[in-house]
T-cell receptor
Framework: DAGVTQSPTHLIKTRGQQVTLRCSPK?????VSWYQQALGQGPQFIFQ???????QRGNFPDRFSGHQFPNYSSELNVNALLLGDSALYLC?????????????FGPGTRLTVL | AQSVTQLDSQVPVFEEAPVELRCNYS??????LFWYVQYPNQGLQLLLK??????LVKGINGFEAEFNKSQTSFHLRKPSVHISDTAEYFC?????????????FGTGTRLKVLA
């Protein structure tokens, strides 16, 4: 079992650019959540995808958008990048019918905005 | 709404000494509680979780935590730490099975084990 995988590992962009991050969930999982972890902070919930739709969203602007594909993999898109978007972006997967709320996290994508 | 407070941003401790990392939460509904560890440049690894039942929860790597409903706390403990336990530790809460699985994290506690 490969677990949750994310790509790329690191990314450097400049202000105003757009970026796409990718996530493949753990085998058997159908739900993907995205979190932003700024330096020295805990992860903050961005949004969650289930059945190819955004099911819940945290307090993030519309510049942050996502997508889930039929194979349950997911993308996070950020438009008009700001310096403050520099962070570790974590993807977590879970099984919708699971009863214990457990999410499995990937290694993250480190985004640096210059 | 839920919130999590980790009272200590950094905890230095000597090797083989015991350690306690504190976590308090606020919620108007019952919650599930989690502790995660993050090693440098890595993602989050689950240490342990409290869903229901016994208030003393044992996890991996010799860690345990105790759920105290009256004090709304979920402190993490280890009787004897190793150098390899140096990492960032996050406490998190999640509402009961509702289909959303949204986690609320604390700001983390950096555990530094000294030789």
């Amino acid at each position: 079992d490969a677990g949750v995988t994310q790509s790329p590992t690191h990314l450097i962009k400049t202000r105003g650019q757009q970026v796409t991050l990718r996530c493949s969930p753990k085998s058997g999982h159908d739900t993907v959540s995205w979190y932003q972890q700024a330096l020295g902070q805990g992860p903050q919930f961005i949004f969650q995808y289930y059945e190819e739709e955004e099911r819940q969203r945290g307090n993030f602007p519309d510049r942050f958008s996502g997508h889930q594909f039929p194979n349950y993999s997911s993308e996070l898109n950020v438009n008009a990048l700001l310096l403050g978007d520099s962070a570790l972006y974590l993807c977590a997967s879970s099984y919708s019918a699971g009863r214990n709320n457990e999410q499995f996290f990937g290694p993250g994508t480190r985004l640096t905005v210059l | 709404a839920q919130s999590v407070t980790q009272l200590d941003s950094q905890v230095p401790v000597f090797e083989e000494a015991p350690v306690e990392l504190r976590c308090n939460y606020s919620s108007s509904v019952s919650v599930y509680l989690f502790w995660y560890v993050q090693y440098p440049n890595q993602g989050l690894q689950l240490l342990l979780k409290y869903l229901s039942g016994s208030t003393l929860v044992k996890g991996i790597n010799g860690f345990e935590a105790e759920f105290n409903k009256s004090q709304t706390s979920f402190h993490l403990r280890k009787p004897s730490v190793h150098i390899s336990d140096t990492a960032e530790y996050f406490c998190a809460v999640s509402p009961p099975p509702s289909g959303t699985y949204k986690y609320i994290f604390g700001t983390g506690t950096r555990l530094k084990v000294l030789a």
